[in-house]
C-alpha cells in the first residue's frame, strides 16, 4: 500500500494559493452550466471544430505535421498524400476516440480495462502498433535522457494501484476532484504504461475524467489546443514535479499550478461562449448575416433585414430575440414602427 500513501501525501501538501484558481474554476462551471442553452445544430458545429483542432494539437504536441485543416480534410475521406501513413492512422484512432468519449461518458466506467481498451482503439489504425496495442509495455522505455519510467515488469502493480486509488478517491471525494485528475495524470505519464502513445492517451483520459467529473464545456473548448500553445510549460510542470517522486517530500505544485492555469483559461473560454462575447461563434450563418447587417446600418426593421439579407421573416424575428437576449442589440419604438440597432 506504499503507493497509496504516497498519493495522500502528495495530496496533502497542496499549497493554498493553489485554492484560488479552483474556486474560479468552479464558478465558472457553474456559470457555464447554468446558461447552456446552445441549439443542436451549434452544438454538432462546434463539437464538429472542437474534434479536429484537439486532435490535430494532440497529434502535433508528438510530432506529426498535420494542421487542422489537413485533419478536416482526412476525416472527410480526402487523401492527402504528403503525409506519412502513421501521421494519417493516429489522426484518425485519435478523432474516433475522442469522439466516442464525448458521446458516450456517461455510460463509459473508469478501470484499467477501458484504459487498455482505449489504448487499443487509438492505435487501432496503426499496423506497426498491432503487436502491442491494448497491452501494458513488455521492455522498460525512457523519455528523452533526464525521464526513467516504470520498469515494465512494475508497469501492472503501479498501474492497478493508480486505478484503484483514484476511483476510491474519486467516490470517498476527500480531495477536490481536480487535485485527482492532476494527480492521476502526472503518475500515468510518469509510469508510462505503453509502448507507444501515452502521451495522446493521458488527454483523452483527461478529457474522460473532466466529463465524469461535471466539466461538461470540454467538448466546446480545446484543451488539447491549450496544451499545445503552452507545451514549453507543459513539459517542465511535468518534469518539475515527476524528479521528485520517490523523495520523501514528493511535490505537485509545479504541476498543478499549470494543469489548473489551464483549466481556468478554458473554463473561461467555455464562459465566454454563453456570455455573447463570441458571438460570431454562437450564430448559424443566417443568423450571422442578420448581425453583421445590423453592424453596417443605424437601425433597421425586422421587415428590411429579412429583404436586404434574403432571410425569411421569422428566421430574423428569432435572431433578433437571441440579439436582444444576449444585449448585442437594442429595440427602439413599438409596433409597425420597431426598428433595432447595435448597441
Do not use: C
Amino acid at each position: 500500500m506504499k503507493n497509496i500513501t504516497r498519493f495522500d501525501k502528495r495530496l496533502t501538501q497542496v499549497p493554498n494559493e493553489i485554492w484560488s484558481k479552483i474556486a474560479q474554476i468552479e464558478e465558472l462551471k457553474g456559470r457555464f452550466i447554468a446558461g447552456t442553452n446552445f441549439s443542436p445544430q451549434f452544438v454538432n458545429r462546434l463539437n464538429r471544430s472542437v474534434l479536429i483542432t484537439s486532435t490535430g494539437a494532440s497529434t502535433r504536441i508528438e510530432g506529426a505535421k498535420l494542421s487542422d485543416e489537413d485533419v478536416a480534410d482526412l476525416m472527410q475521406g480526402i487523401a492527402i498524400e504528403k503525409f506519412s501513413d502513421r501521421d494519417k492512422e493516429e489522426v484518425r484512432g485519435y478523432f474516433e476516440l475522442l469522439q466516442n468519449v464525448f458521446n458516450s461518458f456517461q455510460d463509459l466506467k473508469f478501470s484499467e480495462s477501458l484504459i487498455k481498451h482505449f489504448h487499443k482503439e487509438l492505435l487501432k489504425y496503426t499496423e506497426k502498433d498491432s503487436l502491442h496495442r491494448g497491452n501494458y509495455k513488455a521492455r522498460d522505455n525512457k523519455v528523452g535522457i533526464i525521464f526513467n519510467t516504470t520498469p515494465a515488469y512494475l508497469t501492472p502493480k503501479e498501474m492497478n494501484e493508480l486505478v484503484d486509488w483514484t476511483k476510491k478517491a474519486l467516490s470517498g471525494k476527500k480531495y477536490h476532484p481536480l487535485f485527482l485528475i492532476g494527480n492521476f495524470i502526472v503518475e500515468f505519464l510518469n509510469i508510462h504504461p505503453f509502448t507507444d502513445g501515452n502521451g495522446r492517451l493521458s488527454r483523452i483520459l483527461t478529457n474522460l475524467l473532466l466529463l465524469k467529473e461535471g466539466y461538461l464545456y470540454m467538448p466546446f473548448v480545446s484543451h488539447e489546443k491549450l496544451i499545445e500553445e503552452k507545451k514549453k510549460d507543459y513539459y517542465i510542470a511535468l518534469r518539475d514535479s515527476q524528479k521528485t517522486f520517490g523523495d520523501k517530500k514528493e511535490d505537485l505544485t509545479s504541476w498543478l499550478d499549470f494543469f489548473l492555469s489551464l483549466l481556468l483559461n478554458q473554463s473561461q473560454q467555455a464562459y465566454n461562449l454563453i456570455s455573447g462575447e463570441n458571438i460570431e461563434i454562437l450564430l448559424s450563418p443566417k443568423q450571422l448575416a442578420v448581425w453583421q447587417y445590423l453592424q453596417g446600418v443605424n437601425s433597421a426593421s425586422a421587415g428590411e433585414i429579412a429583404k436586404q439579407v434574403h432571410v425569411a421573416r421569422v428566421t430574423v424575428n428569432q435572431v433578433l430575440n437571441k440579439l436582444l437576449k444576449l444585449k448585442k442589440i437594442e429595440r427602439l419604438g413599438e409596433g409597425s414602427g420597431t426598428y433595432y440597432r447595435k448597441k
